[in-house]
């Protein structure tokens, strides 16, 4: 009796090809896709799996949300506020504190499904350390960390906003781990190319561009701050022009070291994760989307895919930083005439 192939279910070659196209390696680390989900908007990574279609394996990565030394209650509320293209949050990094994430968190996530990420919270250096000290000695697969936290030996000031600060941090979480290092930067500074060479230059090994863009909304009826902490982080579409910019600026400093960018800022379709990657992001970040549309990682990775069959490519690396110079068109005016 002559040996039959087995039948072939509907779709599983199209599924390879699109796993094959959306494969990646990122710092080092195997991401079956270059969706990220961002830090804040997917708890510790089990939010989620509770949405029916769900599934954690349709994000390369996954970064926990901001975790400091000791246990959080963050802001008073109100805490979140919707924008016309966005949303404002102030959540005030509530969290249950490194030892609890480490010893009750990390043993219930499962590992196979996708990459995690720690995102690295402090109020000074030393919380910074320590909180990356305790990340490395556990399971997580890299490191974040957010230094648009503010200084509280600096009166406030944002690690993130001053260039030596930043490489400071920087330089601190690299002595005390081997983890892969992804820096998140603020655009709420004055040159963020600037930051973003300080930064590489203190031991990171990746950068996240960007963190949110610093907003407020006002209640006309009380004359007060919608949100309790007087002003909040802008995300979601609003911010996404800015966001492209910052990333392909970042890309200026970054493409020749060979420091691969998470682009972030608004993406909510595949044509908004493209724009990234052609400015130069190696992954993108999805958050305030995931609000509105729990299974929108599907549809951008199929997207993605779709574009690189029409293109020919055989990766998404081979998108990244494909940028081609700007030109206006003849009786075209610059938007500052």
């Known amino acids: 009796m002559s040996a039959t192939a087995a039948p072939v279910a509907p779709g599983a070659a199209s599924a390879a090809s699109q796993s094959s196209l959306l494969a990646m390696r990122f710092c080092g680390l195997e991401f ?36 400091t030394g000791a246990p959080r209650l963050g802001n008073a509320p109100h805490r979140v506020c919707e924008t016309p293209a966005g949303m404002l949050n102030a959540i005030g990094l509530q969290n249950p504190g490194v030892d609890h994430v480490v010893r009750q968190i990390l043993p219930g996530l499962d590992f196979t499904e996708t990459r995690f990420i720690a995102n690295v919270c402090g109020s000074t250096i030393e919380e910074y350390v320590e909180v990356t000290r305790r990340f490395d000695d556990s399971p997580i697969d890299a490191i974040e960390i957010n230094i648009s936290c503010p200084n509280i ?78 002003q909040g982080g802008l995300s979601g579409p609003a911010i996404k022009p800015i966001a492209l910019l910052k990333v392909k600026e970042v890309r200026q400093v970054a493409g020749p070291r060979g420091i691969p960018i998470i682009g972030q800022g608004g993406i909510v379709s595949a044509h908004d994760a493209l724009e990234f990657i052609i400015a130069g992001a190696s992954a993108v970040g999805i958050g305030t989307a995931l609000f509105y549309d729990p299974l929108v990682c599907r549809a ?37 005439c």
């Open 32 to 67: 079956a896709s270059p969706l990220v989900l961002l830090s804040g908007c997917v708890g510790f990574g089990e939010e989620y799996t509770r949405v029916e279609g769900f599934s954690n394996r349709d994000a390369g990565a996954i970064v926990l949300k901001g975790t």
């Open 153 to 230: 030996k600096e009166g406030g000031v944002q690690f993130g906003n001053v260039p030596a600060m930043s490489a400071r941090v920087v330089e601190a979480c690299r002595r005390v781990t081997a983890k892969p290092l992804i820096t998140k930067l603020s655009p709420n500074q004055t040159d963020i190319r600037e930051n973003a060479r300080r930064c590489i230059d203190a031991g990171t090994d990746a950068l996240s561009v960007i963190n949110t863009v610093t907003g407020m909304a006002i209640d006309v009826a009380t004359g007060r701050p919608v949100i309790g902490n007087g």
């Open 300 to 336: 951008i990775n199929s997207g993605i895919a779709h574009h690189l069959r029409a293109r020919g490519l055989n990766s998404v690396a081979e998108l990244v930083g494909t940028l081609q110079p700007g030109a206006l068109a003849d009786g075209a005016v610059c938007g500052s």
